[in-house]
Structures are given as structure tokens and as C-alpha cells.
């Protein structure tokens, strides 16, 4: 169970979400239900895993589960972590006030033991860009950004900037949105973070959709699809809103039978 909990972000970020939850899963009925530091994160590690999957009531469970264990054996990172999940979750599911309140109160606990909210301030940007303080939005996730190049913390920086390459875009700046979009793919490929990668890719065909570029577009968002339908990853992961209107965009401008045919030469080569 120690070991499950430990290494679920190696699950993640090599694009095998659901092999980790159900190692973890399987540890977790082994271990019996003791509260233990190593049961408090292997719970949290399995619903940062079931929401990576789209499994949000999964996810949402044994988030619930861990903060209890958490508390019970004084691990004040598994209970921060915890409400993180529960954060991005309500947010992905509309609730925004449900959504700040976890992310604020993991914020307080992140504060309690030292940290530096990093994440927290990450989480409290897209609930911003989500809706519509543009402004906030940018200015949490340019501060993000400054401490991740500062601590030369490669995912950290990839992260950041594959929000702010949002934001520029929602806000007009195309040319500045392709550029974050351009750095965040090279530092998600440097760590191997497979769904990020097919992000920033998304990314790309937002840009070529603004040029009117639709065919390659079309392909983009393809290529994106292929890789994280392979991972496991679900449809609405990321930027939702954008990737729905350069979809909207090229099929309006191609139709919808060319479209779907630039669409799926793009699933047949890599992202």
C-alpha cells in the first residue's frame, strides 16, 4: 500500500491512470482499513487517479476517505492533497463555490505546514479564467509560472504555461498563447507528461483554427485525440471551451464530411 500510494503520479504522467487505481484499489482492500500515513495516500494518490480518468464520483469517494485518515494519523499533506482533488472535481462539475472553498482550505493547510501554494494558486487561477476574471486569471498563473522557472521545476513550468497559453487565447493573443503553447509542449516532452503534450498539441489547433487554417486544425485535434484516448484520458480534460470552438470552427468551415476526414488523418499519426 506504501508503495502503490507512493509512486501514483508515476501513473499519471506515463499515461496509466487506471493501471494505478487499480493496483492501488487492490492494495488498499489487502491492507484492511487501520488508519496509516501510507493509507491516507494511497487513498488521495487513487483519486487524484480517478479523476485523471474522468471517474469523478470515484474520485470524489476516496478523496472523502482520505481526509478522515489523514486527520486521524496528523498527515496535514494527504488532507491538502485531499481537498485538491474535491477542488478540481466541483469545478469540472459547475460547483465553483464548493470548488473554492477545497481549494482555499487546501491552501490554509499548505500554509500550516510551510509550503508555498503553488498548486493551490494554480487551481485558484483556472476557477478565475473559468469564470471569466481573465485578469486574476493571468496574474496567478504569471506568479506560478515565476516560481516554478525560479526552482527550474521543468513539469511545474510546462503547467503554468500551458494555462496562461488559455488565457492569451481567450483574451486575443494568439501569438502569445502559441508560444506558451510551443514552450509547455517541449518541457512536457522533456518529462514525459504524455496528456499534457497532447494539450498543448489542442493547443496548436486553437491557433491554426485562428488563421483559418481548419484542415490543419482538424488534424491537430486528431492527433491530440488518439493520444489521449490511448492514456485513458477523457474528452473534457482540458481548456473545454476552446477545444469545443475550434472543433465548432473547422467543421463549420471544412463540413462535416471533411472534417471528420482531416480528423482522422490526424488519429493516425503521433502527438
Known amino acids: ?45 487513487a483519486a487524484g487517479l480517478a479523476w485523471v ?57 499548505a500554509e500550516e505546514i510551510g509550503l508555498e501554494p503553488i498548486v493551490q494558486k494554480l487551481n485558484l487561477g483556472t476557477l478565475a479564467l473559468d469564470d471569466g476574471d481573465h485578469p486574476e486569471a493571468l496574474v496567478m498563473f504569471e506568479d506560478v509560472l515565476a ?40 518541457c512536457f516532452e522533456e518529462v514525459g507528461f504524455r496528456a499534457h503534450v497532447a494539450h498543448a498539441v489542442q493547443g496548436f489547433a486553437a491557433f491554426a483554427a485562428s488563421e483559418g487554417r481548419f484542415e490543419d486544425a482538424s488534424r491537430l485535434l486528431g492527433q491530440a485525440r488518439s493520444e489521449l484516448d490511448e492514456i485513458g484520458s477523457p474528452e473534457g480534460d482540458f481548456a473545454i471551451d476552446m477545444v469545443a470552438w475550434t472543433k465548432e470552427q473547422a467543421r463549420e468551415a471544412l463540413g462535416e464530411d471533411a472534417f471528420e476526414a482531416a480528423y482522422a488523418e490526424g488519429r493516425e499519426r503521433p502527438a
Not at 488532507?79 to 469540472?92: D, H, K, P
Not at 516560481?147 to 497559453?165: K, Q, S
Open 1 to 45: 500500500m506504501r508503495l502503490a500510494g507512493g509512486i501514483w503520479r508515476y501513473w499519471w504522467v506515463r499515461g496509466s491512470a487506471k493501471e494505478g487505481v487499480a493496483r492501488i484499489e487492490r492494495a488498499l482492500g489487502a491492507a484492511g482499513d487501520t488508519p496509516s500515513v501510507a493509507r491516507a495516500q494511497a487513498l488521495r494518490g
Open 147 to 186: 516560481i516554478h522557472r525560479r526552482n527550474e521545476n521543468v513539469e511545474g513550468i510546462g503547467t503554468a504555461l500551458l494555462n496562461l497559453g488559455v488565457v492569451h487565447y481567450v483574451l486575443g493573443e494568439h501569438e502569445a498563447s502559441l508560444q506558451d503553447f510551443e514552450e509547455a509542449r517541449a
Open 53 to 109: 480518468l474522468g471517474d469523478f464520483a470515484k474520485a470524489t469517494t476516496l478523496a472523502k476517505a482520505a481526509i478522515p485518515v489523514a486527520v486521524a494519523v496528523g498527515s496535514t499533506w494527504d488532507e491538502m492533497a485531499a481537498n485538491t482533488v474535491l477542488g478540481v472535481v466541483a469545478n469540472v462539475e459547475g460547483d465553483r463555490a464548493l470548488a473554492r472553498r477545497h481549494h482555499r482550505r487546501s491552501m490554509e493547510l
